[in-house]
């Protein structure tokens, strides 16, 4: 009675309710046997939503809203914590329990927050202290209800058959993914069922639905799998997010894999990163860039400069890796010491190759690992990303001390590179004197050979890409020697048009010239423009244009690249630039 009459009191004071509505509310909560919060809402003295949200602010605890679908959330081995009775008498449902080391704590929905005996009891029975969270007396009814009736499913999942189903439904979707060479699994909790997506050639694909009944089992096999290696995985703990990494052979390919999870109000996603070492020796070398032929032979006397450094630049996921292992590859010989320092190495290279992986939290960083390699002897050093002004500071120092450098930055365009060097931190003259060529790219889905079909575009798809009208126009008026093609969708490319990816490049070369511009501090604009004429360069959009007109790739992916604020060169043109002068 003393906590109701303290309740009351509150709710006059922050002027939620009058004096005469909680006389009212105190009289007719007898006869509904319901907290006074709820007989005021029943009495519509005051919304509920509000009232129990100004409650929570003053009382310093959360109001969860919990929905029919949120019961999905629900721990179940939270029903061995708390027995069923008592959630009824006290009114309570418990949602997590986080018990490590230094914690054991429990939080629990409470309708009445101000009930201090409902706390203690629960303290007492479970060990644990208790946080409360503030919702309604119905989402506890339905809560309680929901989680010991899970009880039964929970048993009937820890038999040995049901476990096996798991493991093969885990293993499946892994199979899947190789032979569909995705690059990510996403498996999500909805509603109505668990979807499992799989990234492939860089788009998100609906793979696989299954019920949502089968998600916890799932994400608790994920997580044995995940704990193999370094990381333990809880299973227990849904509340905070946790990674893991397997290795595994799948599909005989051997693939290496992170794991990590999310908790969402639907339960926890998890998405795993797939590397496949086996199809990472198929890198190839330098020709398997499919570079036009004029870039691709300038690229070659580049890479094969005694010093320097060439930087590949371009968004994550662009393929930047993938070329300068093709690069290293190509070069590679007894003769010289070639060492990697990536983050994390994800592409296994061949003999003679040495690759370090960084370990940051072991204070093992690019700048540690960079000292060390100085020290090792080096020819070629490829430093996976330069993030930061030491890592530029020491790949300049090795480039002017006679060592090759093959790095990456993230910028949009070819010339970006110079003026992201300057804005790390590195001098002018330093950058003029070490560069040797920057390279920018970007990956575009291939149309799928077994359903590619040939068409007409209308003008606006080619405007809106941001196509010049003069090329707009040259493009129709040649329909005999302009084709664009796109895939209608079959079997093969699981109705998407499109199956693998190819690079597309803008090579950008360090002559005497481009030097001078450095020197000059001119921006980047000023040096793509220059040299677009004296190098004859193609832009990466022209140069998608390109590879759209041979009938590699279609207009609607050539939205992935930048378009720049340049005049586009005539088609004709365009051609001609990317054959060897
Ligand atoms: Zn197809």
Avoid: W
């Avoid at 070629?380 to 002017?400: F, H, K, N, P, S």
């Avoid at 969708?489 to 597309?504: D, I, K, L, N």
């Avoid at 190098?535 to 390109?546: A, K």
Wanted: contains cysteine; charged residues 25%; aromatic residues 4%.
């Amino acid at each position: 009675m003393n906590e109701k009459k303290k309740f009351g009191e509150l709710l006059i004071e922050k002027k939620i309710i009058t004096t005469a509505q909680l006389e009212e509310a105190l009289k007719k909560q007898k006869e509904l046997e319901l907290p006074l919060g709820e007989t005021l809402i029943k009495l519509k003295f005051v919304s509920e939503n509000f009232l129990l949200e100004t409650l929570a602010r003053h009382l310093g605890c959360e109001f969860l809203n919990i929905a029919e679908d949120d019961y999905k959330i629900l721990d179940k081995s939270l029903v061995k914590v708390i027995p069923m009775e008592i959630c009824h008498k006290l009114r309570v449902l418990p949602l997590f329990q986080i018990i490590d080391d230094e914690t054991k704590q429990l939080t629990l929905a409470m309708a009445d927050p101000l009930a201090d005996y409902a706390v203690k009891e629960v303290e007492e029975l479970t060990g644990c202290s208790v946080s409360p969270i503030l919702t309604t007396s119905a989402a506890i009814e339905g809560g309680i209800n929901k989680l010991f009736d899970v009880k039964v499913s929970v048993a009937k999942a820890a038999t040995m058959e049901e476990d096996s189903d798991t493991i093969k439904l885990v293993n499946k979707i892994l199979l899947n993914a190789v032979n569909l060479r995705a690059s990510d699994i996403h498996i999500e909790p909805h509603a109505e069922e668990v979807h499992i997506r799989m990234r492939i050639d860089g788009v998100l694909q609906l793979v696989m639905a299954i019920p949502s009944s089968q998600h916890p089992a799932i994400v608790s096999r994920l997580k044995i799998m995940g704990s193999e290696q370094k990381s333990v995985m809880k299973i227990e703990e849904k509340r905070l997010p946790q990674d893991g990494s397997l290795s595994r052979a799948i599909g005989g390919h051997a693939v290496d894999c992170r794991i990590s999870t999310l908790p969402t109000i639907r339960g926890e996603k998890i998405v795993m990163r797939l590397f496949d070492k086996d199809r990472a020796t198929h890198v190839g070398r330098i020709a398997g860039l499919k570079m036009s032929p004029r870039m691709e032979l300038e690229f070659r006397r580049c890479v094969r400069q005694p010093n320097g450094i060439i930087i590949v630049t371009g968004p994550t996921g662009s393929g930047k890796t993938t070329t300068l292992h093709a690069v290293i590859n190509e070069i590679n010989d007894v003769g010289i010491n070639i060492i990697t320092v990536e983050d994390p190495v994800e592409l296994n290279a061949p003999n003679y190759i040495n690759q370090s992986s960084l370990i940051p939290p072991a204070g093992y960083t690019f700048g540690r690992a960079l000292r060390a390699i100085m020290r090792q002897d080096p020819d070629v050093i490829l430093i996976g990303e330069i993030r930061d002004r030491e890592t530029a500071e020491i790949a300049v120092q090795a480039a002017l001390t006679g060592h090759r450098v093959y790095t990456t930055l993230h910028t949009e365009d070819a010339a970006g590179a110079v003026m992201r060097m300057i804005d790390i931190g590195v001098e002018h003259f330093l950058v003029s004197s070490t560069l040797v060529s920057a390279l920018n790219q970007r990956l575009l889905r291939k149309i799928c050979p077994y359903c590619a079909e040939e068409y007409v575009p209308m003008r606006v798809e080619m405007a809106d890409i941001g196509i010049d009208n003069h090329v707009i126009e040259e493009i129709l008026s040649n329909p005999d020697k302009y084709k664009l093609r796109r895939g209608a969708g079959c079997s093969a490319c699981r109705q998407t048009g499109y199956r693998e990816r190819q690079g597309v490049f803008e090579m950008l070369t360090v002559t005497p010239e481009v030097r001078n511009m450095i020197l000059q501090k001119q921006n980047s604009d000023v040096i793509s423009e220059k040299t677009r004429e004296s190098q004859s360069m193609n832009m990466i959009f022209e140069e998608g244009l390109r590879l759209v007109l041979s009938g590699v790739t279609t207009l609607g992916e050539m939205q992935r690249l930048p378009r720049g604020d340049y005049k586009m060169k005539s088609v004709e043109r365009i051609f001609l630039d990317s054959q060897i002068a």
